[in-house]
């Protein structure tokens, strides 16, 4: 049984918009000193699903074995399973590309041509894209064999990589594009372009490599894109993290012509954006001399001293960026605390998550645990687990260990937890009576823990109990008082 990305993914970004209380999660940040050497290039990494997660190479491997299939159908089913699967999965998909596909170049190659005439026609029932052609194909016919087989298993694993948006994912991808003579590398530049701004960054990687084939096929994809300006492409990418990486694959090649956008992000409102343009700076060395000293001027309205070290102006800039940022998300958690007094625990999450988003280790971060803890219960009782869950994780993340806010957010992620095994029919025991453990006064979880124990009855047999004996009483009161009736009705007579 495959898990659901959506659900996952909000949980591992919650977690991430607010690192542990006590220090800020390390990590990579800036221009990797050997960016090839690392899976996605180095520097700031992407928020993805862990690879426990993905598909193993077995499992990969079976579901290509079905493509296979004389089945049309099971073989689209079955592509769109691979790349409906494909979280986590990068390095698997990678092993999987790099082995044997049991056809030489030239079969891959016609098979890849005829794919591309049957999807610039539209024919055969595909869905015009060249996979889908290839899908259509018979994998036993004699004009195609071997070669659209290997074909189709090939650009099934090159689509689920594009649908995945991580640098991992793209690096593999561009790394690949040399392969077997070049038969795919039309088809994976076309992959890239179509993910706009979001793959740039890989392809300026990729632009740097010391291989010349890898430099050029970089060069001609990102004019295929069109050579969009700086400004564009800093404008354009809406993800801080993508962001990041823009300016880590520019100081990896020494794109000088960057050093003043990137200074200028050196104050930005996402973490990983300041501290990515902070760390790409450094690497320009002397190059960023004169950037710096005309900020400093502008920002200071004085000139700096002619001796003074590049370091030195930069410490005082960030120094004054973060005092005025950490002002203005005082600001904000004081609105957050308001809408919490009144009630208002949308307009409270809105203002707290701003904080968490510009200042993860904001000094007050362990007061708006209760606030989140509040909003957990409200949105259980609204009928939406999944939120309730979320917002009682970020109040386990920003309350104090060892606190009551604390314990409570364990209890109530317990006790969720619970509830939503139980309702998939595993009720698990044990976490009923963590939750008894944590709050004895949870008079539900005692119940139910007692009921799965066999010791005793879950609230609502209690209620169902009561209504039982509500009836018998309203019954017998009604024959009393037929009985006294009747009686009465007697002696009148």
Known sequence: MRYEVHGIAAFVAAALLSPPAGALVAERCGPAESPEKHA???GTPDISISPDLGLSLEEIEALLA????PDPGERAATAAEIERDAAGSEQVIREALWGRHGARNAEMKAAMQKARRIAEDGGRGGDGSVLGALVSMDPAGPETG???RAATRIMALLTALGSLDTMAAYKTM???STRHAGVFKSEIGEMLVSRGLDALPALVYGRGSEDADLHMYSVKWIRDMGNPLLGEQVRGIEDPRRLAQLLEAYASVNELDAIDVTLSLTDHESIFVRRSARKCLESYG??????VRRLYENTFGEEPGEDVPVDRLLARLYSHFDERR????IGDFDRGAEALRRGDLESMERHYRRVLRDEPMFPRRSEMAEGFLALA???ERSGDPEAAAAAALMAARVARPGSLEASRAEARRAWLEAEDLRRAGV???GLYLRVSQIEPEHDEAAAWARRLSGEGTTVEDIAARAGMVSIFVFLAAALVLRRVGVLRWGRWR
């Open 146 to 148: 071997e070669g659209a």
């Open 427 to 429: 009720p698990d025991r």
């Open 174 to 176: 561009i790394e690949f």
């Open 66 to 69: 079905r493509l296979a299939s």
């Open 377 to 379: 219960k409200v949105r």
């Open 40 to 42: 996605d290039w180095g």
């Open 286 to 291: 002397v190059n960023a001399k004169w950037p």
């Open 326 to 329: 950490i002002a203005r998300a």
